[in-house]
């Protein structure tokens, strides 16, 4: 594996259903270490690409590499490389915090699974949480354990699907600072939001997506520069999405 | 070769679900009962004919007959897991569906199945592993019932059973097993596969109602000897061998008779089971090698079908973009 | 249009659109057909054994007896039915009532119905009156079926008694059915979760047709998929007449198949019903206790529950 291919990079990356296009030919570079926000409509495709990226799903042309690894040859390694916390994640009920943990541990190979699941606990800040079962869990504790399952196992590049949904204040600031410990110790952040304040705190690259196509792509100093303010990022985003949803 | 270390692990972490899961433990003590009580009431019919025969021999011996007037019933306390056989056969198979869904519905629309399969592992070995966690599951709830009916049949038939006996109900648990494997891929391939679970489940009914129930009931309707009360040819005192004569005039009759009955997987299980614990009269009392000289094609039957299933379920590609959408 | 109606055309409506209810309904006809066929099938086949058997007694001048299958009814020809409304007939009952509610919740409508100016007993009524067509229409698909069947064989007669003894059977079968259908209505009303709605009465209807005869008597399960055997008397032993007494009178499926037997005629002479009451009364009494559970379910049932994760 390279170190100085970027951290996710796609090639006319597409997904269609018949006639439909859900993704159009896709170009992004995200380098390595950095905190990249995905932006867009409800429908506009962001869970489709982190589902291609993930491979979860099979594009129907182009090409992507995640983490040196292609998606289409080196499925099993980029599996190893990257860590994934779907919206809404939701884990396994009857099992306790430490037995999903090692469960999700053991199944990405990792050598020292007992002490790394001990670890990212400590880490996040949900010890106390590893002897109780899921299924008693409020939206929040399940989000710290979904993200805890997500790194377990290192990974080079961290895929999180809308990961404030349903968060409240605290919530969201909380995982916002664990994500920044997790970058600082070099970890790639693919994130998909709807918080454009989220965005402006965090990352430091944005792409928007609109009816399938990436309409926007640029670091965040760039826009802060161009735009001035938060109030101008929301403009931004205004301009270059449309006033009405689509259906998913 | 391959990591398969990722098999072992999903299985395991089923079967602690399995163990936690109050519902399946229901579901396998609903088994243990149906089969007890199956066995329970056989054991009571024997011992009442028992009762019945010595009662009548006495009378025999006290007005100084001769005890060739009336037959001495059988006593092969193997032929009382009959009603238990059955059980597995329908309430059994129940059973293995809903495990089955179960497995399925534990993964899929819950975002775990998005988890493990962004994993570093095969597809089918994420398949290989829920169908062997639940074979296990399977295998283990018979090893119960067989248990239990090998305690109930020492204790309750007033005979004992044998080292011989103990095989012959391990051979048929490990025939029981495979039957309900293949019944728990069932319902976990169509949980798996169809729109929802639920379809899934209410699919897999309605399939075990065909093959469980109603292809040996067609089979078993259409055999004239079932149409009339005691047996058509009891009922005209028609001797062996005229009976013999008439019965190969409707070759063609029983041919599709059996072809129907052979239909089903059930069936198999059944002939093989019941040849191999001697329930059926011919093969009460034989060895188990001329039992499986006869009996080979069902017990092939049975294996390869279970094997196929498996196979189905392993070759068909997961839509994990589809399956992981909330449900 | 009182609020009742409404729900029920509303789910009358839903369910003819459902993909699963249409397969369960021809699931069911085809077997309808299927056992009018067996009947006649089997029939002839005795027959045809009757007739090459008639040769050999006089062939060995022996009294030649009369012929098995002309001493019933000629109804008894349809008598798998009452195998298949026991099996596919319940079964798609209980799918019919299951989806009856689920469905509401799993579109997640409840709240929005719960917030309209109607009561609970109206919900009720509405999905208990939708039921009954429902589960009147599968049952008046059968009576077609095997109405046209007999009326269509050449050596079958039937009499106005047999007319309205045939009308009897499917009205009993139909009886049978709402039972568990609406077990299902109370199951799914009150279940925490999709699947427990749809587990609950398909166990009590497994328990009732595979476990219970056992215990009163007619020990082996499989004899519940077979018309003549399901009507085997029980062993004589005390503790069968300990057990058919106590538990008799609970068992739902074997009243239904002795008193289906005694409509159709197949029932053997002399052969009592299971435990003192009788048959008719064991089914009614099911019947209203299935309607007060599904009744105090609907009328229990948590409105503010709905959409997918309910």
Not at chain 1, 42 to 70: F, Q
Not at chain 1, 72 to 86: C, F
Not at chain 1, 97 to 125: K, P, Y
Not at chain 2, 33 to 48: C, E, F, H, N, P
């Amino acid at each position: 594996m390279q170190t100085d291919t970027p951290a996710v990079s796609t090639r006319g990356l597409t997904l269609s259903y018949g006639d439909f296009t859900a993704l159009q030919p896709l170009d992004l570079d995200i380098g390595r270490g950095e905190i990249f926000g995905f932006l867009g409509h409800n429908g506009a495709g962001k869970t489709t690409t982190i589902r291609l990226l993930t491979t979860l799903m099979e594009p129907s042309g182009g090409t992507a590499s995640v983490a040196g690894c292609d998606l289409a040859h080196n499925r099993i390694a980029l599996r190893r490389a990257i860590g994934y916390l779907p919206e809404n994640v939701r884990l396994y009920d009857t099992l306790t915090t430490r037995e999903n943990l090692r469960f999700f541990a053991a199944l990405s190979r990792i050598e020292d699974a007992r002490d790394r699941v001990e670890e990212v606990m400590e880490f996040l800040g949900i010890t106390d949480l590893a002897d109780r079962r899921i299924a008693t869990f409020s939206k929040g504790m399940r989000q710290r354990v979904g993200l805890a399952q997500a790194i377990v196992h290192r990974p080079q590049v961290l895929f999180l699907d809308e990961p404030t949904s349903g968060l409240d204040p605290m919530g969201v600031r909380q995982l916002r600072e664990v994500l920044e410990r997790l970058n600082g110790q070099g970890m790639t952040i693919f994130m998909n939001t709807h918080l454009l304040s989220e965005v402006a705190r965090s990352c430091s690259s944005i792409g928007v997506l609109s009816h399938g196509q990436l309409v926007f792509h640029d670091t965040i100093e760039t826009v802060n520069a161009r735009y001035g303010s938060e109030e101008a990022l929301e403009e931004l985003y205004l301009s270059v999405v449309p006033d009405r949803e689509v259906a998913a | 070769m391959p990591d398969l270390s990722a098999i072992p692990t999903i299985a395991l972490k089923d079967a602690r679900i399995a163990l936690r899961d109050r519902f399946l433990l229901a579901a396998t003590l609903a088994l243990v009962a149906a089969a007890l009580i199956s066995l329970i009431t056989g054991t009571v019919a024997m011992r009442t004919d028992v009762a019945t025969y010595m009662a009548a021999k006495q009378q025999l011996l006290a007005l100084g007959k001769s005890l060739g007037s009336i037959a001495a019933p059988e006593f092969y306390p193997l032929k009382l897991m009959r009603g238990t056989i059955e059980q597995i056969e329908i309430m059994g198979a129940v059973i293995a569906l809903i495990a089955g869904y179960r497995a399925a519905v534990e993964e899929r629309g819950r975002q775990t199945l998005a988890l493990i399969l962004t994993r570093p592992l095969s597809n089918w070995q994420f398949l290989a592993a829920k169908l062997l966690g639940g074979a296990g599951l399977m295998a283990t709830a018979l090893a119960f019932v067989f248990a239990l009916c090998a305690v109930v049949l020492a204790l309750g038939s007033g005979i004992g059973i044998g080292a011989n006996d103990l095989l012959r109900l391990a051979i048929t648990w490990g025939a029981s097993t495979l039957y309900l494997s293949a019944i728990f891929a069932v319902g976990f391939g169509l949980s798996l596969w169809l729109k929802s679970p639920a379809s899934g489940l209410l699919y897999a009914f309605a399939l075990w109602l065909l093959v469980v129930l109603v292809a040996p009931q067609i089979g078993d309707t259409m055999d004239p000897d079932n149409q009339v009360a005691g047996g058509v040819f009891a009922q005209l005192s028609i001797p062996k061998a005229e009976q013999t004569r008439i019965k190969q005039g409707f070759a063609t009759y029983e041919t599709i008779r059996n072809g129907i009955e052979v239909s089903s997987v059930t069936k198999h299980y059944e002939r093989f089971t019941f040849a191999v614990l001697g329930i059926k009269d011919i093969y009460t009392g034989k060895a188990l090698g001329p039992i499986w000289a006869d009996k080979k094609g069902d017990a092939w039957f049975l294996i390869l079908f279970t094997l196929g299933l498996g196979g189905l379920v392993l070759l068909r590609p997961i839509r994990a973009d589809r399956l992981t959408k909330e449900t | 249009m009182t609020p009742s109606t409404i729900l029920r055309r509303h789910a009358l409506a839903a369910l003819a659109r459902e993909r699963t209810i249409a397969l369960v309904a021809a699931l069911f006809a085809a077997l309808v057909l299927v056992s009018a066929y067996l009947g006649w099938s089997a029939t002839s086949t005795v027959d045809a054994i009757y007739a090459s058997a008639t040769h050999w007694f006089e062939a060995n001048g022996k009294p030649v007896p009369s012929n098995p299958v002309t001493q019933g009814s000629p109804l008894a020809l349809l008598r798998n039915l009452t195998i298949y409304i026991s099996l596919i007939g319940a079964f798609s009952a209980i799918v019919i009532g299951y989806r009856m509610v689920e469905t509401d919740r799993r579109a997640g409508v409840l709240p929005l119905i719960g917030a309209r100016p109607l009561e609970r007993l109206d919900y009720a009524r509405g999905k208990v009156s939708a039921l009954a067509l429902a589960v009147g229409g599968l049952a008046a698909l059968a009576g077609v079926v095997g109405a046209a069947t007999l009326a269509i064989l050449p050596s079958v007669h039937l009499g106005p008694g047999d007319w309205a003894r045939l009308a009897a059977f499917f009205s009993l079968g139909w009886l049978y059915m709402m039972t568990f259908g609406l077990i299902a209505i109370g199951a799914s009303a009150r279940a925490r979760s999709e699947t427990v709605g749809l587990m609950v009465p398909t166990v009590v209807w497994l328990v009732l047709t595979f476990v219970w005869p056992a215990l009163t008597g007619n020990i082996l399960p499989t004899a519940a998929i077979n018309p003549i055997s399901a009507l085997a008397p029980a062993p004589q032993s005390t503790i069968f007449d300990l057990s058919a007494m106590l538990l008799g009178p609970f068992s739902l499926a074997e009243a239904y198949k002795y008193l289906g037997a005694e409509l159709m005629g197949y029932l053997p002479d002399g052969l009592p019903p299971r435990g003192a009451v009788p048959p008719l009364v064991v089914m009614m009494l099911f019947a209203a206790g299935s309607g007060l559970y599904a009744l105090r379910g609907c009328l229990k049932l948590d409105m503010t529950k709905g959409g997918p994760d309910a």
